[in-house]
């Protein structure tokens, strides 16, 4: 069964690295795939401004990434849950696990 993954580390210089992978999609070999990002809340789940370059399903699975700012994934005004959502092209839709941004460290 197909799977997708987000994490979200804090880089060196204050900024965060999210990355998305999926795994098991080889029913969708060369396929693209879309990567968007979204906060999780209560009434509406938001999109959230980040850009993922597109991709395509290679031996099975692929892998995105991307650099942000922590203001870029304060999605509401308590807690920020962050998800992935992915759509692999004659596949479908596909959500991933939900992270927590890890809190701000001076650097």
Do not use: C
């Not at 290679?58 to 920020?80: I, M, N, Q, Y």
């Not at 927590?100 to 650097?107: E, G, H, L, N, Y």
């Amino acid at each position: 069964m197909p799977q997708v993954r987000l994490s979200i580390t804090q880089t060196e210089d204050g900024l965060y690295q999210l990355d998305v992978s999926g795994e098991d999609f080889h029913q969708a070999e060369g396929k693209e795939v879309d990567v968007r990002l979204k906060g999780n809340d209560i009434i509406a789940d938001d999109r959230l401004s980040v850009f993922f370059p597109t991709t395509h399903i290679k031996g099975g699975g692929f892998g995105v990434s991307a650099l942000v700012r922590r203001k870029t994934l304060d999605e509401d005004s308590g807690e920020d849950e962050i998800y992935a959502t992915v759509h692999v092209a004659s596949l479908g839709n596909f959500k991933s696990n939900t992270v927590r941004p890890p809190t701000t460290t001076s650097v």
